[in-house]
């Protein structure tokens, strides 16, 4: 069946502009995750959902970035006056609800972003 | 303190060797414990899991668990080059989201 997609796959933008990187989760999976890994750093939580509502929003760095999901689905992260240190691969994973069974989770291919 | 710790590496070995990947966690509720597998310029994937204290064997993966000192481990006997991936350890108390470690990145030399 068809797993987590998202896109664009590569975006280079130029500093201040705003991004919007998409996510498709795996039909059924009500919980959503957005992570971001920088070249030389680890696996950063930014944020997740559950169905359309996000109790967990610690993780993301500054006020620039936002997340919404609709439906339950479909989840956009938003990133306004990019900055060059927002630069890295922006990862989104989705699985069953959280319970004792939805400990794992389904990663895309990611979006590289490349603030020049 | 970061709910889970893991060295970053880049852990280098020969082929062959046995690969010792090591993570803690300051968490009692953590009940269940997973390593991921990252290959490059791709997303993670689960490898392993196990639940509570113990260990688990999956051909050549050993994961373990000692919750005594909040220590997660995972072996790799025989390594050989198609293992070189970052590997992330990952943990879950149930009806919380899954908290990862920051991986750790490994060569296996041919």
């Known amino acids: 069946g068809a797993g987590v997609s998202q896109s664009p796959s590569n975006k280079v933008t130029e500093k201040g502009k705003d991004v919007e990187l998409r996510c498709d989760p795996i039909?059924?999976?009500?919980?959503l995750y957005w992570y971001r890994q920088s070249l030389g750093q680890g696996l950063e939580f930014l944020i997740y959902f559950q169905g359309n509502s996000a109790p967990d929003k610690s993780g993301l760095p500054s006020d620039r970035f936002s997340a919404e999901r609709t439906g339950g689905s479909v989840s956009t992260l938003t990133i306004q006056r990019t900055q060059q240190e927002d630069s890295a691969v922006y990862l989104c994973?989705?699985?069953?609800?959280?319970?004792?069974?939805?400990?794992?989770?389904?990663f895309g291919p990611g979006t590289r972003l490349t603030v020049t | 303190q970061k709910e889970v710790e893991q060295d970053p590496g880049p852990l280098s070995v020969p082929e062959g060797a046995i690969v010792s990947l090591n993570c803690t966690y300051s968490n009692s509720a953590f009940q269940y414990f997973m390593w991921y597998r990252q290959y490059s310029r791709k997303g993670p994937e689960l490898l392993m899991y196990?639940?509570?204290?113990g260990n688990k064997e999956d051909g050549r993966f050993t994961a373990q668990v000692d919750k005594s000192s909040k220590y997660i481990s995972l072996f790799i006997r025989d390594s050989q080059p198609s293992d070189s991936a970052t590997y992330l350890c990952?943990?879950?108390?149930?009806?919380?989201?899954?908290?990862f470690g920051t991986g750790t990145k490994l060569q296996v030399i041919p």
């Open positions: 196990t639940y509570s204290s």
């Open positions: 039909s059924g999976h009500t919980a």
């Open positions: 990952a943990t879950f108390g149930g009806y919380q989201k899954v908290t």
């Open positions: 994973a989705s699985s069953l609800p959280l319970d004792r069974t939805s400990y794992e989770q389904y």
